[in-house]
């Protein structure tokens, strides 16, 4: 049912005009940003469907701070597709897009030993089309694509689906590896990971950082959210990885009533596991499959989850701890990253102004500050930062050598001296934002050489159009698997 709405009963400013999508027909149509009660509203009227309303932002200055953080983009070296249609219907990259892949995802496959409620990738016994696997010889083309556009691709993450049970899953994770990418990742749920450590080991040489679906530390949260309560599954996982010597990032997906308590608990158990690297919260968007029922004016955002986090470790890390991710567009992403030693932790921006460092990034007219530890900033907070990676720590390393560091730090293990935290806020058809949309720099990447913005991908009929063509394509190898039970 489209949202009544009376703008004149609303104590709102206009904060920009932009253009969003009817969440009810998938039309684009215009939208107002509104700064309202202290957050950020997107308002949009279908001519089919009515008004529309869904909170962007529950805090106002976050969101507005946000935007002085912008950094001009970098043009990939070659283009996929022309502008022919406009924004957001010739993805692309179309020549107006406005930043280059900084994360290439790669979906091998549309099967899950999964059946999450909440799927946004439709993925599992219960999708919708039959699915398909790409061959190995679809990954390595899409691969050379994209040595094509990027001169030295920094982040390609093996995905689906559930790109373990692939069965070539190995020889793509080879093929990644021999090709002058910077950092090969594995987006996974853990099952396979947790049921099969020769697996887990035959994976050590390709050393990929493992992206683990990870949403809380109870099983009443994983059966809400995946249907099964897999709390065991998860801590198996991460020791089968800790004993082949892999990291791993913890991914929870925070919905507002079932896991958003247990946001502090999962960060302290990820400081606490000798394979967790980082967390990357990602509230939940109402993209694919379930979650329909809800209320777009009561969803959580990013500050929300910056809040929580404050408030949940007793402010062993704070909202002031964290700076909104200038690649992309700002509001898309804020992260931090801290010193550990035991139970000690210091986030990095209490020990260095990493603040003017940005501003310096993105503004380019701040006073002289060093040109290394600029560099080495501007690779930390960028959405390629891969944490638990040799590069990243060398980063750390250079943006705060020359501080006093008050704790004592082993040289020799000085990568897991080193925690990240990110918040990922992903659009779906009620927050779409098409100015945030021509900034991003999280890229599909299609069988055809194309790169889709995830979020365009998600929700515009990308995802639907590829699985039709590869369905029905020779090369697919796809066969049908049933849910683990
Ligand atoms: S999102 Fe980017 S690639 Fe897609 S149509 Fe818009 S400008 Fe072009
Ligand atoms: S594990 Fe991921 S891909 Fe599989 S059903 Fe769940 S959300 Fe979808
Ligand atoms: S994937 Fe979506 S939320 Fe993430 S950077 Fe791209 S547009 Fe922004």
């Known amino acids: 049912m489209p949202t009544p709405v009376n703008p004149l009963l609303s104590n709102q400013v206009l904060d920009e005009a932009t253009q969003s999508l009817c969440p009810e027909c998938r039309r684009v149509v215009d939208a107002q940003v509104l700064i309202r009660d202290g957050g950020v509203v997107m308002r949009k009227r279908c001519p089919e469907h009515g008004w529309h309303e869904s909170l962007v932002s529950s805090d106002a200055d976050w969101y507005l701070n946000s935007l002085r953080y912008d950094k001009p983009g970098a043009v990939p070296l070659d283009f996929a597709t022309a502008v022919e249609e406009g924004c957001p219907f010739d993805c692309g990259l179309c020549p ?45 083309r899409i691969l050379d694509r994209l040595l094509e556009t990027e001169e030295h691709p920094e982040v390609v993450q093996i995905s689906g689906g559930e790109p373990t049970i692939h069965p070539q899953i190995l020889d793509i994770l080879a093929a990644a590896k021999a090709r002058n990418i910077r950092h090969v990742m594995l987006n996974t749920n853990g099952l396979r990971l947790a049921d099969d450590p020769e697996f887990v080991h035959q994976l050590a040489p390709y050393k990929p950082l493992i992206y683990l679906q990870f949403d809380g530390l109870v099983d009443s949260t994983h059966q809400a959210l995946r249907g099964r309560p897999l709390r065991a599954v998860k801590a198996q996982a991460l020791d089968h990885l ?32 000798p394979a967790v690297a980082g967390i990357n919260y990602q509230p939940v968007t109402f993209a694919g499959r379930g979650l329909n029922d809800h209320d777009p004016l009561n969803r959580i955002t990013l500050p929300d989850v910056l809040q929580a986090l404050e408030q949940q470790t007793d402010g062993l890390f704070q909202v002031s701890d964290f700076l909104p991710v200038p690649c992309p567009h700002p509001a898309c992403s804020a992260c931090t990253y801290a010193f550990i030693d035991g139970d000690e932790v210091i986030p990095i921006p209490r020990i260095l102004n990493v603040d003017d460092y940005l501003d ?32 990243t720590t060398d980063n750390l390393v250079c943006a705060t050598c020359g501080i006093d560091v008050p704790m004592s730090l082993d040289p020799e293990h000085l990568k897991e001296h080193f925690f990240a935290i990110q918040v990922h806020g992903f659009m779906d058809e009620y927050t779409f934002d098409v100015k945030r949309l021509m900034k991003c720099c999280v890229h599909q990447l299609l069988p055809d050489g194309r790169a889709v913005p995830f979020c365009a991908y998600n929700n515009l009929g990308y995802r639907e159009e590829v699985r039709e063509a590869q369905s029905t394509a020779e090369t697919s190898l796809f066969e049908p698997t049933e849910a683990l039970p």
């Open 96 to 140: 107006s897009h406005q930043q280059h892949t900084c994360v290439g995802l790669i979906e091998i496959t549309t099967r899950c030993n999964l059946n999450c409620p909440i799927c946004f990738a439709d993925s599992g016994p219960a999708m919708s089309d039959p699915g398909y696997d790409l061959s190995l010889a679809d990954v390595e």
């Open 242 to 273: 800790s004993e082949a010597g892999l990291n791993a990032i913890l991914v929870p997906t925070v919905v507002h009533g079932v896991n958003d308590g247990e946001i502090g608990d999962i960060l302290r158990f990820g400081l606490s596991h």
């Open 360 to 391: 310096l990034i993105a503004n380019r007219t701040s006073p002289d500050l060093s040109a290394e530890l600029e560099t080495g900033v501007e690779s930390l907070w960028s959405m390629a930062a891969v944490m638990g990676s040799d590069e």
